[in-house]
């Protein structure tokens, strides 16, 4: 079986993205995983690899197709940022422009079949906007929903066997309950969680489905969601085959599918579903200021298969050599076992 060809993109290049890539790169056995192509700047890649005193042998290449021998580090090379451009940790239009940009080419080569999948880097939201990308896209997500032509997506985010999808993410609260936790929406995003872990090798997954009020409302007694919207979208999950259960009340939900009751959790918000896996993935150390943290961000519904880092640029960290690569690793087996090609 040939190894998936994976695309990373080095993210916000001010932030630990190129410095986790080169990590990941150095440190970490891909040969049996993927054939890692990334999708960037050499000089940028370069910088990276005199911070941590590390030598990768670039292989620059234009198609990624042809990218074939396992154990070389590819790179398709944009040209299109240079150190002398930007300074570790500052809000940069020229960082943002790049890291819009080789998302792009990266999204591109995935729909042309020269990709089997890709891993992004973090990028800075101020960045972004200020590079002319921001002002269109509310983030990754909806940047590559855009690119690819996408409506029926949504955010899972993974902590080991605990699988989250969200119903709604980067809008208000309020919004969240007046306007986008509907049946329809519901639905599409529990089957979203289905076909995910079916792709991952599950075959009848669980799927716990949250409620949105304390306690999923005691029958209508803390608000009406539950019963004009969850209900219906649960049995009509139900209804196709799908082993989907709730709504159950969040304070317990998490918990269960953690313990290996649930393969996955369909969150109505994002805060409702990003608390529980960070609380899962990010340790932070007090006395020394920093976070060990792992987890991993996929887009479901897109025709391509994306998967990434499940924290921030952190521009307190960048430049000084002390980045964690874990969820970055993490980030690019998650996307290998989508593909469903792996080393024999």
Request: aromatic share 4%; glycine share 10%.
């Amino acid at each position: 079986m040939q190894l998936p060809r994976i695309g990373i993109t080095l993210g916000d290049a001010a932030g630990i993205g190129p410095e986790i890539l080169v990590k990941l790169l150095a440190h970490e056995k891909l040969g049996d995983l993927c054939i890692p192509v990334v999708v960037g700047d050499r000089r940028v890649v370069e910088q990276a690899q005199t911070l941590i005193g590390a030598t990768l042998p670039l292989r620059a290449i234009e198609d990624p197709r042809q990218a074939a021998e396992p154990g070389t580090v590819y790179l398709v090379d944009l040209h299109n940022l240079t150190p002398e451009d930007y300074r570790f940790g500052e809000v940069s239009a020229a960082t943002g422009r790049a890291a819009g940009e080789w998302i792009e080419r990266a999204t591109a080569l995935a729909l042309e079949g020269a990709l089997d999948a890709i891993v992004t880097n973090p990028i800075h939201k101020e960045s972004f906007v200020l590079g002319g990308y921001g002002r269109r896209y509310a983030g990754h997500t909806e940047m590559l929903a855009a690119l690819t032509g996408t409506k029926s997506y949504c955010m899972m985010l993974a902590c080991g066997a605990l699988r989250v999808c969200h119903v709604t993410t980067h809008v208000s609260l309020l919004d969240a309950l007046t306007r986008d936790i509907k049946r329809e929406r519901i639905l599409q995003v529990i089957r979203l969680a289905d076909d995910a872990c079916r792709r991952l090798g599950i075959e009848r997954p669980a799927i716990g489905v949250a409620g949105v009020n304390p306690h999923a409302s005691e029958d209508g007694l803390f608000g009406t969601e539950e019963q004009r919207e969850i209900i219906p979208a649960i049995a009509e999950a139900q209804a196709a085959g799908i082993t989907a259960e709730g709504p159950v009340p969040a304070d317990t939900l998490f918990s269960k599918a953690k313990g290996g009751m649930y393969d996955a959790v369909v969150a109505m918000y994002h805060d409702q579903g990003h608390i529980p896996v960070k609380l899962a993935g990010f340790l932070y150390d007090h006395t020394s200021g920093t976070w060990e943290m792992h987890g991993v961000n996929v887009t479901l519904g897109l025709p391509i298969i994306r998967t990434s880092v499940d924290h921030g640029t952190a521009f307190d960290k960048a430049g000084k050599g002390i980045a964690n690569h874990r969820s970055l690793l993490e980030a690019l087996q998650y996307a290998a076992a989508l593909t469903g090609r792996r080393a024999p």
